[in-house]
């Protein structure tokens, strides 16, 4: 027989969202009348914009033609929508041959693990999207789970008292650090001068930097930066990910894109680009068409007021979510509620309890599904975090819930 592979045995507990999604089901089916709301998982739930799904649906048809047809393209994707994403999101800081076209952010960041192989240190907000350790407790770069982290990872603390940036000091020489402003699960967002010494870390210290930007579409303060690559010294030792999912509704359209600048280097001297390039034309092979041709869509000026109309919808509900948590009720429950404007995720303190608890009691007093901080590393303990992907009749009616819970 074949031996498990030990990334898979070194990963302990099960993932966060079925977790959440096996007590939603418990719960309802000892509660069959209970109409529960989810203010969970981040996934979107307004309609695609018209003229992004017909510009797909427009594309699928013509696949039908002789004339328009396609197979297989170019892995790195189309090259009109390299072009496009470079000058709409990057002006002069990328080029357009530096912009990798893929099935979406968590994808690549999985993908990306193989470039720094299995033993490569690995440091990691705490809190932080599951993927970031996860995946490199797979490829064997975490090491075994001692019982407070993986041996291999350097959890960065991100809390209340140090504003959400991290202590870089406890970070080691020549780490993989995995970074994410807009931040999920704490709605936090880097200041330009947090970045710039992150950035100044990373280059002082043999460090590269996977940037996850997923959410930069939803920063509305003009002074917070939405690029790594607004930070001088970047292209030396950063990489960016991001996706139309978030901005786009494209969760299940799939598309997403990284950013290798031609400047980054291994040690021995090579070139990031170059085996980054070879990844995605050897591991991958090319994002959809259909959905390339969607991203284009996005990115045209009605395309983009679109998004920029779906994002002000979310942000709607976050700002009446962030009101309900700031009540009364919850004010004398001891929460304390941190919430930027500038992302989906409004994230809730209640100091002395478990994040698990208040989970349940959310969903037993409210019939409202959150998803406890816990999940996204221990530094998260305490905290929930409540999504504002909803319809607005949903949350209103969640946020009417909860304004009369209590303990
Ligand atoms: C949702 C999310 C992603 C995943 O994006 P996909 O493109 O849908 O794979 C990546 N990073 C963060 C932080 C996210 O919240």
């Not at 780490?175 to 402003?181: D, G, K, Q």
């Not at 948590?325 to 989906?344: C, D, L, M, Q």
């Amino acid at each position: 027989m074949l031996k498990r592979n030990t990334g898979f045995s070194n990963l302990t507990a099960g993932y966060l969202f079925p977790e959440v999604a096996r007590r939603r089901r418990e719960y309802a089916s000892k509660n069959p009348n209970a109409k529960i709301i989810s203010l969970g998982i981040g996934n979107t739930t307004e309609p695609l914009p018209k003229c992004i799904a017909q510009a797909m649906a427009d594309y699928s048809i013509s696949l039908s033609t002789a004339e328009g047809y396609s197979g297989y393209g170019d892995e790195q994707g189309l090259t009109e929508l390299r072009k496009r994403i470079a000058e709409v999101f990057y002006k002069d800081l990328a080029s357009d041959d530096e912009v990798f076209i893929s099935d979406g952010a968590k994808c690549d960041i999985a993908r990306i693990q193989t470039l720094f192989g299995s033993k490569v240190k690995i440091a990691v907000q705490d809190p932080a999207y599951p993927v970031y350790v996860d995946g490199s407790v797979i490829v064997g770069a975490a090491g075994k789970n001692t019982g407070s982290g993986y041996k291999g990872v350097t959890y960065m603390p991100c809390v209340p008292e140090n504003n959400f940036f991290p202590d870089l000091s406890k970070i080691k020489k020549n780490s993989l650090i995995y970074f994410c402003s807009p931040n999920n699960p704490t709605g936090a967002v880097s200041s330009r001068e947090e970045l710039k010494k992150l950035v100044d870390f990373a280059n002082a210290n043999g460090c590269i930097v996977i940037f996850d930007a997923a959410y930069r579409e939803f920063i509305r303060d003009e002074k917070l930066p939405k690029s790594i690559f607004e930070i001088e010294g970047s292209r030396h030792c950063a990489i960016e990910i991001n996706s139309f999912s978030k901005p786009a509704g494209f969760t299940g359209v799939r598309l997403g894109w990284s950013v290798v600048p031609k400047e980054l280097k291994f040690a021995d001297g090579t070139s990031v680009h170059q085996d980054w390039n070879r990844v995605m034309t050897t591991l991958f092979n090319g994002a959809s068409n259909v959905a390339q041709n969607g991203g284009l869509a996005c990115l045209t000026d009605e395309g983009l007021s679109a998004m920029k109309s779906v994002i002000d919808y979310y942000l709607e509900n976050a700002s009446l979510i962030e009101k309900t948590f700031r009540g009364e009720n919850f004010r004398k429950a001891g929460a304390e509620v941190y919430f930027t404007g500038n992302s989906p995720y409004i994230w809730v303190k209640f100091p002395g309890k478990k994040s698990w608890n208040v989970f349940d009691s959310l969903l037993e007093k409210c019939n409202v599904v959150t998803t406890p901080g816990s999940g996204f590393g221990p530094a998260g303990e305490s905290f929930i975090r409540i999504s504002a992907f909803g319809h607005h009749a949903d949350v209103e009616e969640a946020c009417k819930r909860l304004s009369e819970f209590s303990f």
